[in-house]
């Protein structure tokens, strides 16, 4: 870090420090926001710059965007113990990235594994956030004892997922409707191919009821138990949530008149995970999208929002590449990405009614892993460092 730089990120420091509830080391290397809850594990949090390198950010994201929607990071319980200080400082809003998906949280009929998921919403409700309650219906990370002994299209092993599928919802509903303002209820039910609406394809849920169906029962049971909770607690909190949303829009538009015309269930909008690329989709066909789901009269949200620097991920080929370079361009040129579609997420507030990134430091993603295993990729705002990237800077910048 040059001497002026590193003299405006102490200036920085002192003047977050203001304004935080307690402010930690006042080391310049240190979180600057300071951490009310950070355990010993946490590595510096929101830092400005130093020996491994970030940028110098001006504001805390949650603040700069009270005006538009709230701003949530996927978490796991690591993220709790190693950048509780970012988490603090910058979002209001919070996701499990696995912790409430029903394989990890119900693993067994008679049997709930708690921990991750509490550790979670009560790291939310002490910080007085809101949560997205990710998911409670996904044909992925499900259980198996919930198809067990069940026969395809039997009217008797019919009746009997759905009495599973209710318990499981009514659960998590109890659990977590105190601090989750949107559930992803269902998740990915529309078919990659084009041709036809609904997945069939690697679907237990869409085997066993023969048809998609359950696509009603998961909202009529999650609306059912928040309605018991409280009447009219249900309002603005059912969401449907699924990936390549500019290429499935009318498919999902299809879903949607279906459960509100035959069905007579009117849920309340539509997450976009939002898993871009640095190159793709444009903000052009993301408008498309989003206008025509406004259009049809549901809200919007931002569910899994990161920004792959590899082009092969939306094709589905998955083709490994030679791992990318991150460097001072591609860095520049994510930023300008991030930059933008912030921009438009703003111009769609408050039909836009949260943005969620993915995770928060680049050491750990999912698409470390995903489509090859061990290729780095730099999708998040924060870099391996846990330390601010570019992307940062240009959403900030407004
Ligand atoms: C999908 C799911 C998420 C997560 C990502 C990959 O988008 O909705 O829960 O599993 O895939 O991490």
Not at 99 to 124: Q, R, S, Y
């Amino acid at each position: 870090m040059t001497p002026s730089l590193l003299r405006r990120s102490i200036l920085v420091t002192a003047l977050t420090c203001l304004g935080a509830a307690a402010c930690g080391s006042s080391s310049a290397n240190s979180n600057p926001g300071g951490s009310t809850g950070g355990s010993a594990g946490d590595s510096g949090g929101g830092g400005l710059g130093g020996d491994t390198g970030g940028v110098v950010v001006d504001g805390r994201l949650a603040e700069k965007y009270s005006e538009f929607f709230p701003v949530g990071a996927a978490v796991s319980a690591w993220h709790l113990e190693n950048t509780a200080s970012i988490l603090e400082e910058h979002f209001n809003h919070l996701a499990a990235e696995n912790a409430m998906k029903a394989g990890l949280v119900h693993p067994a009929e008679d049997t709930f594994n708690w921990d991750e998921a509490d550790a979670i919403a009560d790291f939310a409700r002490e910080r007085g956030m809101t949560m997205t309650g990710h998911t409670l219906l996904w044909h992925r990370q499900q259980p198996s004892w919930m198809f067990q002994g069940l026969t395809a299209e039997d009217p008797d092993s019919i009746e009997i997922l759905k009495e599973r599928l209710k318990s499981h919802i009514e659960a998590m509903v109890e659990r977590y409707g105190d601090v989750v303002t949107n559930w992803d209820v269902v998740n990915e039910a529309i078919s990659d191919d084009g041709s036809k609406v609904y997945r069939d394809e690697g679907s237990d849920w869409y085997r066993i009821f023969g048809s998609h169906e359950y696509i009603y029962w998961a909202f009529h049971y999650a609306k059912e138990a928040l309605e018991a909770q409280e009447p009219g607690s249900s309002a603005g909190k059912l969401y449907y949530n699924d990936y390549n949303i500019t290429l499935k829009v009318d498919q999902i538009l299809e879903m949607l008149a279906w459960l509100e015309e035959e069905k007579g269930l009117k849920i309340d909008g539509v997450g976009d995970q939002a898993h871009y690329r640095i190159d793709w989709p444009p903000t052009s066909e993301i408008s498309r999208a989003y206008d025509k789901i406004l259009a049809a009269g549901y809200k919007l949200k931002v569910s899994e929002l990161d920004v792959s620097l590899y082009n092969d991920y939306p094709s589905g080929s998955f083709e490994p590449a030679p791992e990318v370079e991150f460097t001072p361009a591609l860095e520049a040129q994510q930023a300008a990405r991030y930059g933008a579609l912030f921009e438009l997420f703003r111009s769609y507030a408050p039909d836009l009614t949260s943005v969620t990134v993915w995770g928060i430091t680049d050491d750990r993603t999912w698409l470390d892993n995903e489509p090859v295993s061990g290729r780095n990729d730099h999708p998040l705002l924060w870099n391996d460092d846990k330390q601010p990237k570019e992307a940062l800077r240009a959403i900030l910048d407004f």
